[in-house]
Nanobody, 116 residues
Framework: QVPVVESGGGLVQPGGSLRLSCVAS?????????MGWYRQAPGKQRELVAS???????NYADSVKGRFTISRDNAKNTVYLQMNSLKPEDTAVYYC?????????WGQGTQVTVSS
């Protein structure tokens, strides 16, 4: 069983917005686990974009602070990444992680392309 499934990626113009969703499987309860969003651009290493602890504390990469917001809906067992003011350098495959640094698993990724 895939631990988490991402959706919501796509093609957007610079300055636009997207909201990514990450639905966790029934064996992972996001209310008890840290969750995160990572991204990997072509030729680059995977990097942490945003994370949220079980207690609700959030952390963001400097490059997305003020533009991206991570949140969760415990009832839906879903984590979101709201991305505003998107830039071409945000183009990447975005991955959802469950547990510390993905210790409980990763999704298959969703492509985000920012281009005019």
């Amino acid at each position: 069983q895939v631990p988490v499934v991402e959706s919501g990626g796509g093609l957007v113009q610079p300055g636009g917005s997207l909201r990514l969703s990450c639905v966790a499987s029934g064996s992972i309860f996001i209310r008890f686990n840290p969750m995160g969003w990572y991204r990997q651009a072509p030729g680059k290493q995977r990097e942490l974009v945003a994370s949220i602890t079980a207690g609700g504390s959030t952390n963001y990469a400097d490059s997305v602070k003020g533009r991206f917001t991570i949140s969760r809906d415990n009832a839906k067992n879903t984590v979101y990444l709201q991305m505003n003011s998107l830039k071409p350098e945000d183009t990447a495959v975005y991955y959802c992680s469950a547990g510390d640094a993905g210790a409980l698993g990763w999704g298959q990724g969703t492509q985000v392309t920012v281009s005019s």
